[in-house]
């Protein structure tokens, strides 16, 4: 098995101009209509929540297989929303191609 990949939230962010982060193939990541305005959404059954204020990162980041440091750039201001997406990547949820 590989190491698991640690980074800092900064070196995420360094990461994130460079080259996107795809997410894990088969990854469960979705969001309720009736809860998605006050930040919450879910990740391999899991619930997260983050500033209801983002909700168009929650759209992105569960819609969409590949992001790009520009899609996500709103969401990175978000002190809780970096830190979880830091976990995420350590825990191998989304990661780095190269």
Same mark, same amino acid.
């Given at each position: 098995?590989?190491?698991?990949?640690?980074?800092?939230?900064?070196?995420? %962010?360094?990461?994130?101009?460079?080259?996107?982060?795809?997410?894990?193939?088969?990854?469960?990541?979705?969001?309720?209509?009736?809860?998605?305005?006050?930040?919450?959404?879910?990740?391999?059954?899991?619930?997260?929540?983050?500033?209801?204020?983002?909700?168009?990162?929650?759209?992105?980041?569960?819609?969409?297989? %590949?992001? !790009?440091?520009?899609?996500?750039?709103?969401?990175?201001?978000?002190?809780?929303?970096?830190?979880?997406?830091?976990?995420?990547? !350590?825990?191998?949820?989304?990661?780095?191609?190269?």
């Amino acid at each position: 098995p590989e190491e698991p990949f640690e980074c800092s939230e900064a070196e995420l %962010v360094d990461l994130l101009q460079q080259q996107p982060l795809y997410r894990l193939g088969g990854l469960r990541c979705y969001y309720f209509e009736q809860t998605l305005n006050q930040g919450y959404f879910y990740v391999n059954g899991e619930e997260c929540e983050v500033d209801p204020q983002l909700t168009d990162i929650i759209k992105t980041l569960c819609n969409e297989q %590949v992001l !790009s440091f520009e899609m996500l750039a709103p969401g990175l201001q978000d002190a809780g929303f970096l830190t979880l997406l830091t976990e995420f990547v !350590s825990q191998g949820c989304w990661y780095f191609a190269a």
